[in-house]
Antibody
Framework: EVQLLESGGGLVQPGGSLRLSCAASGFTFSSYAMSWVRQAPGKGLEWVSA????????YYADSVKGRFTISRDNSKNTVYLQMNSLRAEDTAVYYC??????????????WGQGTLVTVSS | DIQMTQSPSSVSASVGDRVTITCRAS??????LAWYQQKPGKAPKLLIYAASRLQSGVPSRFSGSGSGTDFTLTISSLQPEDFATYYCQQANSLRLTFGGGTKVEIK
């Protein structure tokens, strides 16, 4: 059974940092791209960042480029999101998301339960 | 980046109704499109990928169509468990983009 377990969320002051972790199990982790998707309270889904299975390619939304860094440790089956210079508008539930590896595009077939990040003084 | 526009933003419908949601991409994305269902307090669920392929375990009352820039999600006979918010997502690259969502509410 595929499981994605996020951790690391919490309350942080504007300008602060947090590192989110997502521990994966139930599949061959290194074979699949992983993403982070966030959802602000009462709002829609916003893709944040993605990383290829090997970790050699990373992608960022313009809203977080230069502030957030995605990485993965395939020996630990874990993907990370380092978030620096946090702003109030970064407040959201952050979901860890797995790509299914279909040949017909990039999707999310499994999601974590989400971890809440609140940026406030 | 590719922008995704969904319409309507909300729809009121009754059990048994046929419901159609549309999604338009700002540029052609072939058939690289997904649809997700999200219920309050839960993570989204993949319903349709590659515009028209049903994800494993998803009821056949859900169907998708379209290619290029215009896509539709159809629920052929709305069931009580289908009241939720639906999102489209372009799958052209790992720089995913989601539509703004369509909330399906009980009439």
């Amino acid at each position: 059974e595929v499981q994605l377990l996020e951790s690391g969320g919490g309350l942080v002051q504007p300008g602060g940092s947090l590192r989110l972790s997502c521990a994966a199990s139930g599949f061959t982790f290194s074979s699949y791209a992983m993403s982070w998707v966030r959802q602000a309270p009462g709002k829609g889904l916003e893709w944040v960042s993605a990383i290829s299975g090997s970790g050699s390619s990373t992608y960022y939304a313009d809203s977080v480029k230069g502030r957030f860094t995605i990485s993965r440790d395939n020996s630990k089956n874990t993907v990370y999101l380092q978030m620096n210079s946090l702003r109030a508008e970064d407040t959201a539930v952050y979901y860890c998301a797995k790509d299914p590896g279909y040949s017909s595009g990039w999707y999310v077939d499994y999601w974590g339960q989400g971890t809440l990040v609140t940026v406030s003084s | 980046d590719i922008q995704m526009t969904q319409s309507p933003s909300s729809v009121s419908a009754s059990v048994g109704d046929r419901v159609t949601i549309t999604c338009r991409a700002s540029q052609g994305i072939s058939s690289w499109l997904a649809w997700y269902q999200q219920k309050p307090g839960k993570a989204p669920k993949l319903l349709i990928y590659a515009a028209s392929r049903l994800q494993s375990g998803v009821p056949s009352r859900f169907s998708g169509s379209g290619s290029g820039t215009d896509f539709t999600l159809t629920i052929s006979s709305l069931q009580p468990e289908d009241f939720a918010t639906y999102y489209c997502q372009q799958a052209n690259s790992l720089r995913l983009t989601f539509g703004g969502g369509t909330k399906v509410e009980i009439k």
